[in-house]
């Protein structure tokens, strides 16, 4: 177990850059996932940890010791991939111990090992069978399994769900919630699904453009979001932008949208974007489930307004109402029996406390 | 759901452009009747070969009808495999054909590893050099071969023509660029995590082609090896060229240069020597074949 940490880690293409300068720090024991769209460089920064691609500028430390030219097999990690990467031609008991035999452990030992990890995974019958008798689900498993017999000081995991169906996935997910909660090894871990992201991580690291947006716990992405592209990515369905602007009038700070619609600020949010320019121009951000039927009883910070629905998804649970407002298309979280309908009206009400703004220009969050 | 529109779309469909099941049976029957024509067309020489190796030479002689053996005798046979020569061919001809298919799979396997998977200056360019090395003629290139190894005679004073082991040193050079090819090509359809996840376990270069490489690409492998036995085997040209003397001799070469004798050609023997050659690379066709076409099945690398 160690700690890794990456220091202005860059990495060149020819005249590519696919990673521009990472700084991170991943303790022991932590469960870090590395989340953004494709090519945003977060695999790359895998395999560089891995040392499976070189890195072109900057350090790499695996439990303080700087590995750059360390070859992988000695950077005493081990790494899930997305299409498992098991070896056809062995058992699931030869591929999680392939490993062990190239390192030359004694045979109690890696039987031993077997027995655990197998044991762990719920994979105990499967043991002497090849990969092609088995189905995703337990193929991942004995990835993981392999990985586990090696005991590393790290886990990397690349996009290891990706494969799977959607009701494997979730079940997969909690599996590896619960080996790590079991091995407490320090994980990195890639995936392109927030969910996943959010779900397993203890900090999420967001990148975008092969640089990082934002570093934090799952709550604090959500919560509090550095920039537009955190915002817009963590959460389902995404947070709506309005372009918007800020106006003073009647003594009050208000977030105007149009000529038509405008919302006072409550005070902390009106203490706290007081110093902004009124010239600037700016997104409105709010999160679906902050913009809801109105409720009888007037909350502070609460604004009701009216909208005519485009379209309407029951989910059971909840139903996401589509709408426009002056021109944007939103989306909102209603109550199933506040009486959406397709093309009907609706009061609406917003909820400030919990609103965002951002500069439309730098899409930072003020 | 899924059943009921089938069900509607099947007889309008079976109306208008007959089932699916009629349009498999007729290509099943058409492929049935090019392959008996191919198989009958194949089987011909083969066939005559046998019965011609079973009649003495004065019924070969005697006009009578050619498809069938009205005295069948093993004659020709006890002959060929009591003559010393005869089997002198066959022990050199077998050797030389192990020998290079053991020299062609050490050069090959590793050069195609190396092509495919170690990413050097040079190497997608290599590759394709390896490839246009077999497009050239083998019936161009003996002349430059056979002046090499006599400039090397006159050099070194190490005498290799009229050596049967000459050929050790040139069908390698047939071999050897497209069992490369064949194997860069298997290779390449190795997923390349696999090789990643062999480096993360700890294994070198060495072993991961030894105990992943080798073991996933056997049926390419085994396709490589039947090709080179058989190229090494069948050789005309070359050992005509290359060897003179009689104990230096191949079995292709031998056969044609002893029993034809002037103008007098003893058919007879020349059918058996040409069954008894065939032979071996269709015992090692009929053992591996079984290998071959289970691993190209089996082949569940991914999903």
Known sequence: ?366 | MSTVTIDKAGPTRKVKYGSMSRDRAWALRWSYFFLTLFAIFSLVPPIYMLITSLKSSAEISAATNPWWVFHPTLSNYIELLTSNQFLRFFWNSAWVSIIVVTITMLISVPAAFALSRMKFWGSATLATGVFLTYLVPDSLLFIPLFKMFAVIGDWTGIQLINKWYVLLFIYPTLTVPFCTWIMIGYFASIPKELDEAAIIDGASWFQTLTRIFIPVALPGLIAATIFAFTVSWAQYLYPLVFTTSTDQLVLPVGIITTLIKGDVFNWGQIMTGALLGAAPPLIIYAFLMDYYIAGLTAGATKG
Do not use: W
Request: proline share 6%; net charge neutral.
């Open chain 1, 1 to 366: 177990m160690a700690d890794v940490t990456l220091r202005k880690v860059v990495k060149r293409y020819d005249d590519v850059e696919a990673v521009r300068g990472i700084d991170l720090d991943i303790a022991d024991h932590e469960f870090v996932v590395l989340v953004g769209p494709s090519g945003c460089g977060k695999s790359t920064t895998l395999r560089m940890i891995a040392g499976l691609e070189d890195i072109s500028d900057g350090d790499i430390m695996i439990g303080g010791d700087v590995v750059n030219d360390v070859p992988p097999k000695d950077r005493d990690i081990a790494m899930v991939f997305q299409n498992y990467a098991l070896y056809p031609h062995m058992t699931v008991a030869e591929n999680m111990s392939f490993g062990l035999r190239l390192k030359h452990y004694p045979k109690a030992e890696i039987n031993a090992r077997v027995t655990e990890a197998a044991r762990m995974l719920d994979i105990t019958d499967l043991i002497n069978r090849k990969p092609k008798q088995l189905s995703g689900g337990q193929r991942q498993r004995v990835a993981m399994g392999r990985a586990i017999v090696r005991n590393p000081k790290v886990f990397l995991f690349d996009e290891p769900l990706s494969n799977l169906d959607a009701k494997l996935r979730v079940q997969m997910r909690i599996e590896i919630k619960k080996v790590h909660q079991k091995v407490r090894t320090t994980t990195v871990y890639v995936t392109h699904d927030q969910v996943e992201a959010m779900t397993l991580a203890d900090r999420v690291v967001v990148m975008n453009h092969g640089r990082i947006e934002q570093i934090g716990t799952p709550n604090e992405l959500y919560h509090k979001p550095a920039t537009k592209f955190v915002a817009s990515f963590i959460g389902s369905p995404a947070m709506n932008f309005v372009p918007c602007r800020l106006e003073d009038s009647a003594g009050k700070l208000h977030l105007r949208l149009t000529d038509r619609l405008a919302f006072p600020l409550p005070p902390a949010r009106a203490a706290r974007y007081n110093a902004l320019p009124r010239t600037d121009k700016l997104l409105f951000g709010i999160r679906p489930e902050h913009m809801t039927e109105a409720s009888p009883h007037a909350e502070p910070g609460v604004e009701p307004f009216d909208a005519t629905l485009d379209v309407t998804e029951p989910m059971g649970m909840e139903t996401l109402v589509y709408f426009t407002l002056e021109g944007t298309a939103v989306c909102g979280r209603v109550n199933p029996n506040a009486g959406a309908q397709d093309g009907g009206p609706l009061r609406m009400a917003v909820d400030l406390n919990n609103m965002h703004l951002l500069n439309e220009a730098t899409g930072a969050v003020l």
